[in-house]
């Protein structure tokens, strides 16, 4: 039962986002329960002074008040404030009999009206104990009134009498709005210099693992060998794990490499031992044994090749410029095949990187050009960019003959020669096609805009080379 392949990985959101709005919203909820009960705490306060300021109006009344021959009640003095004397001035008092609720006094401001009181506050003065009892009502002129009730037991009468001192609610709800106001636009204030404190926090915390994620970058683009700098504690062991994973890294390529050698060494020799034989010999035998070790130095070229690949290609840093290549496969080409006469030009993007090897690089272009080189008429093209997706692109075209669909996929066949009259063992395009994929990248044939070949080469591409 083979392995699942690993879950690719996934990039959801962003850590700075991700802890900055987990702070803001605690600090604005925060921020909210604060508000609200400031502004609740003021408002009672506000209202607890207004109750205050009414229980000395009714304290007032009660020591002013006196029976009139027991029919009535008579204030004798009334509360100095000015405006209990101005018609609908916002500030009222009544005293009302509780046998049968005739008002038996009040304030000129009432004029001829009467507050009324609703049942419930009334119950609950006369349940108090000539405690004062605090409510809401309206007044004459329609306006909400702040209530205080107090039922007091008065000689010579027979029920208590409610002693009701009533004020305009309206200028303490203003208040208490503009308190909400203005402490609102404080904590808003607050609020956007707290965000902004919390966003570079966030930052300034995070500044050591994106500078880890910078280093380990430089180390994959060929820029350093390991990761370095001073880092918290929390995050030490984390860089000490990435440089030992990076040295056995290298340890696992050289190893790849040393294996590759001593099998390369193990097997060329008898293989060349039995080339030569051959070579001195004639007859059918020795015919045959030339073209199976021919072909046995082939297919071990070939396979060796892929295990250099595929080894370089896991080693982490490898980075190699692309112009310097295509200069050297230029020159050296252009004097292979002078005689040809054949026009090779080529063109390479500044500062254009190979993440990989110089002698895979050296492999796969030298190839492709040769091959181009081999079949031109006159003219050869070769030209290496950056892409849309990012990637190094290599293109190789050519005005010789070409080939049809069917013969490209074949030419990527392992040891397929297409024309027996042209030099070669048949595993140029496939070694190509090969170490491509060993680098995860690829190798596409296509009719060339000169007439003849295409050749597109793709390949991971490194950054560009820094001054440090």
């Known amino acids: 039962m083979s392995a699942e392949p690993p879950s690719p990985l996934q990039r959801r959101g962003s850590l700075v986002r991700r802890l900055s709005l987990l702070a803001l919203a605690w600090a604005a909820l925060l921020l909210v329960v604060g508000a609200i009960s400031l502004t609740a705490l003021f408002r009672q306060t506000v209202m607890t002074d207004l109750d205050d300021r009414l229980a000395g109006v009714a304290e007032f009344l009660l020591a002013s008040a006196e029976i009139d021959n027991g029919e009535g009640i008579v204030v004798e003095r009334e509360p100095p404030d000015p405006r209990y004397e101005q018609v609908f001035s916002g500030r009222y008092w009544q005293i009302v009999d509780t046998a049968d609720g005739e008002v038996m006094a009040r304030s000129r401001s009432l004029w ?59 200028p303490a709800d203003r208040r208490v709005l503009n308190f909400a106001l203005i402490a609102g636009a404080l904590l808003g204030g607050f609020a956007i210099l707290l965000a902004a404190g919390i966003v570079v926090q966030v930052r300034v915390g995070l500044d050591p693992v994106i500078r880890m994620g910078r280093e380990v970058a430089r180390v994959r683009d060929g820029d350093a060998e390991r990761v370095t700098g001073a880092y918290p504690a929390e995050l030490l062991p984390l860089a000490t794990e990435l440089n030992a994973l990076l040295d056995h890294s290298r340890q696992v390529v050289e190893r790849a490499r040393t294996h590759v050698g001593n099998l390369a060494h193990a097997l060329k020799t008898p293989i060349t ?68 006469r054949v026009q090779l030009d080529w063109k390479c993007e500044p500062d254009l990187t190979f993440r990989g090897e110089r002698q895979d690089l050296e492999e796969l272009t030298g190839n492709l050009m040769d091959n181009a080189c081999k079949w031109a008429t006159s003219r050869i093209q070769v030209a290496a960019r950056l892409n849309d997706a990012g990637r190094l692109e290599i293109s190789v075209d050519d005005d010789g003959p070409g080939l049809d669909e069917a013969a490209r996929e074949q030419a990527l066949g392992r040891g397929v020669r297409l024309d027996e009259r042209a030099p070669g063992d048949g595993f140029g395009l496939s070694i190509v096609s090969d170490l491509a994929r060993a680098y995860d990248g690829d190798l596409i044939l296509s009719e060339s805009r000169l007439g003849g070949l295409g050749a597109r080469l793709v390949l991971p591409a490194g950054r560009a080379a820094t001054g440090h």
């Open 112 to 170: 001829d009206e009467l507050i009324e009181i609703d049942a419930g506050l009334a119950d609950q003065a006369l349940g108090a104990s000539g405690d004062p009892v605090s409510g809401a009502g309206e007044g004459p002129d329609g306006e909400p009134l702040r209530l205080l009730a107090r039922a007091v037991r008065l000689p010579d009468m027979t029920a208590p009498v409610m002693i009701v001192a009533a004020e305009d609610s309206r």
């Open 273 to 340: 031992v039995l080339s030569n034989e051959a070579r001195n010999a004639t007859g059918p035998l020795a015919e045959m044994t030339r073209k199976q070790t021919a072909a046995m130095n082939a297919q071990v070229e070939h396979h060796l090749r892929r295990a250099r690949a595929a080894a370089n290609a896991r080693a982490i840093g490898a980075r190699t410029p692309v112009e310097p290549v295509l200069d050297d496969l230029g020159r050296t080409l252009r004097k292979i095949h002078a005689r040809r």
